[in-house]
């Protein structure tokens, strides 16, 4: 069984209420319940179940969007670290990017794009790469192998509490408060 991590060390975090951090905290904790119950559901009907390709189908959204919560929260703190000067990963966006500004710019546009979903930074361990994707969905669009280093959520619940339709504005509050520690981590573990 899955359980719901704590993420009330993040209220006060500068660019989001409280009221907008608890609610998607509440959502996150829907989605491990319902990560549990499909599992148990899946054990218990078996394949033979006429519902099996729907539960199957529906335990990858549920899933994705626990673990894809996890990374998000993750990463955010009150007293985020920057991006180490001469640190590995920030060698590697210059060397895939050209510098970190065109890799932020690419960052930010891809999270701008209409719809909601998630722009995720990815690792490709197999040709070295690294590679900014839209996700429209928790459980379809991943690209197999690839490591997902930083995330930030762009469905409607994530920033239209705070900011209305101003996604823009929540976009630039996230990127000042990533904890580029943990982001270096992944990274590392990801080589």
């Not at 209220?11 to 319940?33: C, E, R």
């Not at 794009?113 to 998630?118: D, L, V």
């Amino acid at each position: 069984m899955y359980e719901a991590k704590n993420y009330e060390h993040l209220l006060g975090l500068p660019g989001f209420s409280d009221n907008a951090l608890k609610t998607h905290f509440t959502l996150y904790q829907g989605y491990v319940t319902n990560t549990n119950k499909f599992l148990e559901i899946l054990a218990k009907e078996g394949t033979d179940s006429p519902d099996f390709a729907g539960f199957k189908r529906r335990f990858g959204w549920e899933f994705n969007g626990m673990r894809l919560h996890e990374y998000y929260f993750g990463t955010l703190s009150k007293t985020p670290v920057k991006l180490t000067e001469d640190g590995p990963l920030l060698a590697k966006i210059k060397e895939d990017s050209g510098s970190y500004e065109n890799w932020e710019k690419d960052f930010k546009a891809t999270a701008m794009m209409r719809g909601i979903g998630w722009a995720i930074l990815y690792h490709d361990p197999i040709a070295d790469k690294l590679i900014n994707v839209w996700i429209e969905q928790h459980h379809s669009g991943h690209l197999a192998g690839l490591k997902p280093l930083l995330n930030i959520d762009v469905f409607e619940h994530a920033f239209m509490l705070d900011y209305g339709t101003k996604r823009a504005d929540y976009i630039e509050a996230f990127m000042k408060v990533i904890d580029w520690k943990v982001v270096e981590e992944r990274f590392a573990q990801a080589e």
